[in-house]
């Protein structure tokens, strides 16, 4: 299923409500800066590539209603535009890093008309989802070659193709073990409190004819003590040079559960997820959200004491040290992190340089 596309008139951004998944299908038509900050904010768009898409497409159809401005109004609007979609989620880096790709379009062509800037714009948004997919492919082909027949896998969260444009990350080897003719049982972590295991992995895997089980996220060391696990398969949100990585909240708790059983955790995301300005997980900021997300979200009542105090992280960080390798579009690192993810990032600017 296409979960982010433009209108045929390309003023608007079309989505997948992720919000209304599995139960419903219910595709949404946004063309104003509030409804992109809502989307993103509220999930409806989720996944770190799949956000960074919908920015890029979603500053492109603002960019369309400034175009009759001259050079200095429309960089002004369009960075204004830019910052308050930034602040909708400050942990998953590919949301501002698609939004500086866009900026950089325009101050590049600051000798065009606005109206060329706009094109250059759209070009470069639906480049950015062209880009997406061959990455993910790649991505899954690399993390393809550490499974076996009959593996069982364990993830957290939703990393599939819900969370970018086709196979996803974390989901992906499993997607194209699955075209290849292998067979997995994964055991999919329901991941409280917004349920993105249950609503959204699961479906898509039950959908793509995969074995399936949903467990609760505390049962995740009841199924790697029966040696049901040979592999736990996350996504990641943002990568520290030291090969820290922020994803869902209970990943990290997946990876301690994981090296106490000798079990392989792994992280897959594209090289876009890396933030060679981040030195360590300290430096991540991690998303504060609403406490009712725990107390009242998906309950037909409340399930705790109105006046109880809740922490809602969106965000853990897993610490390099549990991590057996991080997956992306450019190969597989593994440690010493600080080494191999400058070499994976030196290896993709040569690759773009002969580009």
């Known amino acids: 299923m296409e979960n982010i596309k433009l209108s ?7 989505i997948l409500d992720q919000t209304q998944l ?17 989307a993103i904010f509220h999930l409806k768009v989720r996944g770190a590539p799949a956000i960074g898409i919908f920015a890029a497409y979603g500053i492109y159809c603002l960019s369309q209603k400034i175009v009759d401005q001259e050079y200095d109004a429309f960089y002004e609007a369009f960075t204004g535009y830019m910052k ?21 379009v325009v101050t590049e062509n600051s000798q065009c008309s606005t109206v060329q800037i706009v094109e250059l714009l759209g070009e470069e948004s639906r480049k950015i989802q062209a880009e997406d997919i061959k ?24 990393a599939g193709p819900l969370a970018t444009s086709q196979y996803g ?37 039950q959908q793509a004819g995969v074995d399936t089980t949903l467990i609760c996220d505390n049962m995740a060391s009841s199924v790697m003590q029966k040696k049901w ?7 990641c949100d943002r990568i520290a040079m030291n090969g820290d990585t922020a994803n869902k909240i209970g990943t990290s708790g997946v990876a301690i559960l994981a090296k106490y059983y000798g079990i392989p955790f792994y992280v897959l995301g594209p090289t876009s997820t ?5 030195r360590c997980g300290d430096d991540i900021e991690i998303e504060l959200r609403d406490e009712e997300e725990i107390k009242r979200k998906y309950y037909e009542k409340p399930m705790a004491p109105e006046n109880v105090k809740c922490y809602n992280p969106a965000f853990d960080v897993t610490d390099h040290t549990l991590i057996t390798g991080i997956i992306t579009e450019y ?10 993810l400058r070499k994976i990032m030196e290896k993709k600017r040569k690759r773009q340089n002969t580009t």
Not at 331 to 340: F, L, N, Q, T
């Open 169 to 205: 990350t974390a989901l992906g080897p499993i997607l194209l073990g699955k075209e290849k003719g292998m067979h997995f049982r994964v055991f999919v972590d329901e991941t409280r409190p917004l349920l993105q295991g249950a609503r959204l992995t699961a479906y898509e895997l």
């Open 135 to 158: 990455m993910c492919r790649t991505i899954a082909g690399y993390g393809l070659t550490l499974l076996e027949e009959g593996d069982g896998i364990l993830t957290h969260c939703n």
């Open 229 to 235: 696990v040979q592999a736990c398969f996350v996504g």
């Open 8 to 14: 045929s008139d390309k003023k608007k951004v079309i």
């Open 84 to 104: 308050y979609l930034e602040s909708s989620r400050p942990t998953a880096v590919n949301l501002s890093w698609a939004l500086e790709r866009m900026r950089r």
């Open 274 to 278: 890396i933030d060679i300005e981040c």
């Open 331 to 340: 190969g597989i690192c593994r440690a010493p992190y600080e080494e191999s």
């Open 22 to 38: 599995p139960n419903q299908t219910e595709y949404l038509e946004i063309d104003t800066l509030e409804d992109m900050y809502d």
